[in-house]
């Protein structure tokens, strides 16, 4: 088995070897010239006001978490899916359950406001 | 193909093949939407353009290529080519003919769902490592943007999944012998383009580097090639999406006539060009609009589309 994911380092390799060739040949052939104006983060010209690694709010993290939520409920679709010629008709309802309590909990994040982007 | 030898040479041929089209596909798309938008686009470079793009790579490779000194300059140097690696990876599971292909992964589709989520690092860390505020606001879009259209991309590939009962891209396709997934499985389709355009972040869904609000997004900071290789990998994006979306719908090097590798050819360059005529119509979103769209239209229809294919696989048995 583990021998079939022997090409697929091969490919890592190369693909690994032109990605860094890229950033390297770039690095040789690209000359420089800096400026103090340059040095500076680019803002439209205006002098930059503080640095960017300031904390600020981002409705990120609900999408996160619905993010784990459903991927998770695909790693549990994927083989449903596989075998799903085997599975009927009980692994059908079984799965129809399951994605009707998983629309439940996409109902109730929806109905809290967790989908609106303020 | 099992010699090792004839192996390598194919996988070399492959990615370069790949690394090629992204490269010709910058001058096509500007030629296509210069056609489409009634103006010229590159015309002087050679006959109709066609040398922009050596004009171009010897501009790039040249240009000055500036590492910020407030930048983490690690993560700036590596988060272009992550996006150049994964891409090329992702092609090493795409059945180009029956004998042409580098691997046939029994799990093939669920390696490129894997490879790319990984690419949405490269687009993340290269706003975080540039320091620079319009370059952490695109990476954040692009990041929330992922999470939200990677769940269904991964939901329509159910229904595909579910009639050819395997990973295998190779044995997809050797289902589709009767009939074209994009019949059976037309929402499963529109939901997977629509994916794949956000999966490859260009209009409508360009947020992260949306122009007129946030400079260049997430590589406002970036100059020479490390900026042309966020243009490679989308484009190799580009090449990938329309590859699989000929895979599994489309009957991938399906065909009468022809040999198997110009089908999958040309339905490639088909979706390809389908693509740049989407950016060439279409505006661009608004980020709630992009994710309100993700969720609450998409989700469900996709987990629809899941419940409605077994259905009826149930009630043909």
Avoid at chain 2, 167 to 193: D, H, S, T, Y
Avoid at chain 2, 248 to 264: A, E, T, Y
Avoid at chain 2, 267 to 272: A, N
């Amino acid at each position: 088995m583990i021998e079939s994911y022997v090409p697929i380092l091969v490919t890592f390799l190369v693909a690994t070897f032109i990605g860094s060739a890229i950033i390297v040949l770039s690095t040789v052939l690209a000359k420089r010239n800096p400026t103090p104006i340059k040095l500076m983060p680019y803002e439209c010209g205006m002098d930059p006001i503080g640095g960017a690694r300031q904390r600020f709010s981002v409705r990120f993290f609900i999408i996160g978490m619905l993010f784990i939520v459903f991927d998770i409920e695909l790693i549990f679709l994927f083989p449903w899916a596989k075998i799903f010629n085997q599975l009927i008709p009980f692994g059908f309802i079984e799965m129809l359950l399951f994605v009707l309590v998983l629309l439940v909990g996409l109902v109730y994040v929806w109905k809290k406001g967790a989908l609106e982007w303020e | 193909m099992n010699e090792p030898e004839q192996s390598i040479i194919l996988l070399y041929l492959i990615l370069v093949g790949v690394l090629l089209t992204a490269a010709g596909l910058i001058w096509l798309e500007r030629r296509l939407l210069g056609l489409w938008q009634d103006r010229y686009g590159p015309n002087r470079a050679g006959r109709f353009g066609s040398l922009q793009v050596a004009a171009d790579m010897i501009k790039i490779f040249t240009k000055e290529d500036w590492i910020p000194p407030f930048a983490d300059k690690p993560v700036f140097v590596i988060a272009p080519a992550i996006i150049v690696i994964t891409t090329l990876l992702s092609f090493a599971v795409i059945p180009f003919a029956p004998e042409i292909e580098i691997v046939n992964l029994n799990i093939g589709l669920l390696f490129f769902l894997a490879m790319s989520s990984l690419s949405v690092y490269s687009v993340a860390l290269a706003g975080w490592a540039s320091n620079n505020k319009y370059s952490l606001l695109g990476g954040l879009r692009a990041a929330a943007q992922m999470l939200g259209y990677e769940v269904f991309m991964g939901l329509s590939l159910a229904g595909v999944i579910m009639l050819a009962g395997s990973f295998n891209l190779r044995e997809i396709v050797e289902a589709q012998r009767n009939v074209w997934f994009f019949i059976p499985q037309f929402p499963g389709f529109v939901i997977f383009v629509i994916a794949g355009l956000a999966e490859t972040r260009r209009i409508p869904f360009d947020l992260p580097e949306a122009e007129n609000e946030l400079i260049a997004g997430f590589h406002t900071e970036y100059s020479g090639m490390k900026f042309g290789m966020f243009f490679v990998g989308e484009y190799m994006g580009v090449t990938l999406i329309s590859a699989l979306i000929a895979t599994l719908f489309f009957g991938g090097w399906m065909g009468p006539l022809l040999p198997p590798l110009c089908w999958m050819i040309i339905k490639t360059f088909i979706f390809i060009c389908g693509f740049i005529l989407v950016r060439a119509s279409l505006p661009r979103l608004r980020y709630d609009q992009l994710l309100s769209f993700g969720w609450k239209l998409m989700l469900p229809l996709a987990l629809l589309n899941v419940v409605v294919t077994g259905a009826i696989i149930l009630a043909a048995s």
